[in-house]
């Protein structure tokens, strides 16, 4: 009974969640009309709603049977056991006395440009120092997107506990005080909620996709699972069984080896530190040390609420989700190190300024190769240029209609896949554009003369008029989208409580790309992208013929 209500809850949450978002009902209720009726898709809903043990017991020993599946090996018998043929249904008769839910009550009309998310906007502080930003706005199925971001080190306190941190990320949830790991997962699945945690170097991330009515009680059992947390040994073997299976992984494969190697090329900072760039081999030796005594250590030392910043964005009640935040975690003000605990300083992270550089690492068997390049810019979302080298990069490689896409994709046939993109820094002027491509290893020499004849095209011709317009239009719908979409609206709040800015900083954005002139776009794309500072590797199986 206990399984059946778990597989129960898990089901009608997916269903729930499938039912708010418009593109997953549209192909749900085309697939209930080839089978018969629109409402089919609500007929099952029902139905499990309704079903029992007895029934799924039933269905079990009638359909489950050993003749019925496919394996690898066939072993006849004289007198097989067959499940049922199927049988047409009459469709008309099963929704018979079908009766619906009552229809959801319409959302309000809010238009999520930055002033309205600015207005909207409700700001507090914990006693414990957590800042908080609650954004109430009706939502389909009454949904909350939530964010939650913990602080924590200086470069001091931080050297070599990269791998313990980030153990420490993957083992929260798993156990707490007086809650198993199953009951940890259950109580999450019968509030409806999706959770995810995942720790680095310097921040603690989670991550709750709930509803109104469940989101008090989901922050008070996250609350509980954040800080009485129980790390078990069988857990940490599990996941450390997992990291050593994705660096294995990574270490074969062109994507990971050009990306390591491009992060190792000119790391100036000494193994330990935490913005050093480790090898594969250095990496697993870490995991495999990494002891659960050190995971408990980290946690004690840096985890509170101290610093850290809390934004929910959708249906909520303010002064319940208001209260619930102040019992989870309002007098989480320390660590479990008290007085000892490391202030939370941001590590600096200045531009290393490193000469061109072309590699080729070998990725033997592997039927794709790869390309990445990165360039370091000094420039932050908030520098003067942001804007215009937005558009240069989406007019070259950001965009489904850009330079590259349109000659190495479209053109010439050359690459599955190839883009640029920036990494772009929110507060250092300190920024990486990144250009890849993902293609067969004998394209290589082509698909290298193809992207530098369109950098150089770029860099000596300029863009067009015409492709200035196209990027401008798509960029900025681009930009109302995401602030349409409740989680890109919390990221981008958790990312202002952070450093103490506003929602209209987009609208300034927004207003520079709509004004921005073609000669500027240019002149910013000549100023930055300097090929004699590209860093270029290549992955893959380029046998010589």
């Not at 109302?480 to 450093?499: I, K, P």
Request: without cysteine; aromatic residues 8%.
């Amino acid at each position: 009974a206990a399984e059946l209500e778990r597989a129960r809850t898990q089901w009608l949450n997916a269903w729930e969640k499938g039912f708010n978002d418009p593109e997953r009902i549209g192909v749900e209720l085309s697939s209930a009309i080839a089978k018969g009726d629109w409402r089919l898709y609500f007929l099952a809903r029902n139905r499990i709603r309704q079903v029992t043990l007895a029934d799924v017991q039933r269905v079990a020993q009638q359909w489950l049977l050993p003749d019925n599946r496919t394996v690898a090996v066939y072993e006849p018998t004289e007198k097989p056991r067959r499940a049922p043929a199927p049988a047409r249904v009459d469709v008309a008769a099963q929704l018979q006395g079908f009766k619906g839910d009552a229809v959801a009550s319409e959302t309000e009309s809010f238009e999520p440009t930055p002033a309205n998310l600015q207005a909207r906007l409700q700001r507090s502080q914990l006693a414990s120092g957590l800042k908080v930003g609650l954004l109430p706005k009706s939502t389909r199925g009454q949904s909350v997107q939530v964010r939650l971001a913990l602080r924590y080190g200086d470069l001091a306190s931080l050297q070599g506990q990269s791998t313990a941190l980030a153990m420490m990320g993957a083992l929260l949830g798993k156990g707490a005080e007086g809650l198993t790991r199953q009951q940890i997962s259950d109580g999450f699945d019968q509030l409806r909620t999706d959770i995810g945690i995942r720790a680095d170097a310097q921040v603690l991330r989670v991550t709750l996709n709930t509803r109104r009515e469940q989101l008090p009680a989901a922050i008070e059992l996250l609350g509980r699972v954040l800080r009485t947390p129980r790390f078990d040994a069988d857990a940490l073997e599990e996941a450390r069984r997992q990291w050593l299976a994705g660096i294995e992984q990574q270490r074969k494969d062109p994507e990971g080896l050009v990306a390591n190697a491009l992060a190792r090329h000119g790391n100036p900072y000494p193994k330990g530190d935490p913005r050093y760039a480790e090898t594969f081999e250095e990496a697993e030796a870490a995991v495999k040390a990494v002891s659960l005594a050190d995971v408990q250590q980290a946690y004690a030392r840096f985890v509170s609420a101290r610093h850290g910043e809390f934004a929910a964005v959708g249906d909520l009640d303010p002064q319940a989700v208001t209260a619930a935040l102040a019992r989870a975690f309002g007098d989480w003000q320390s660590a479990s190190a008290g007085d000892n605990a490391p202030t939370y300083v941001k590590l600096p992270n200045p531009v290393v300024d490193l000469p061109a550089v072309r590699l080729v690492l070998p990725a033997p068997d592997k039927q794709n190769a790869t390309l990445l390049t990165h360039l370091a810019l000094p420039v932050s979302t908030t520098h003067p240029d942001y804007a215009a080298l937005t558009v240069a990069n989406y007019i070259f490689g950001g965009g489904p209609n850009s330079r590259l896409w349109r000659r190495i994709r479209e053109k010439e046939g050359l690459s599955y896949d190839v883009r640029s993109s920036v990494d772009w820094s929110p507060d250092e002027p300190h920024s990486t554009w990144t250009s890849s491509a993902i293609f067969a290893p004998q394209n290589q020499p082509r698909v290298e003369a193809a992207w530098q004849q369109e950098l150089q095209r770029s860099l000596e011709g300029g863009f067009t008029a015409a492709e200035l317009e196209e990027a401008r239009g798509a960029l900025l719908n681009f930009r109302r989208l995401g602030r349409a979409q409740d989680g890109s609206v919390a990221a981008l709040l958790l990312l202002n409580m952070a450093y103490e800015r506003s929602f209209l900083l987009s609208q300034i954005t927004d207003d520079e790309i709509t004004r921005i002139s073609l000669a500027k776009v240019n002149a910013v794309w000549r100023k930055y992208v300097l090929p004699d500072r590209l860093l270029v590797a290549w992955g893959g199986d380029f046998k010589k013929p």
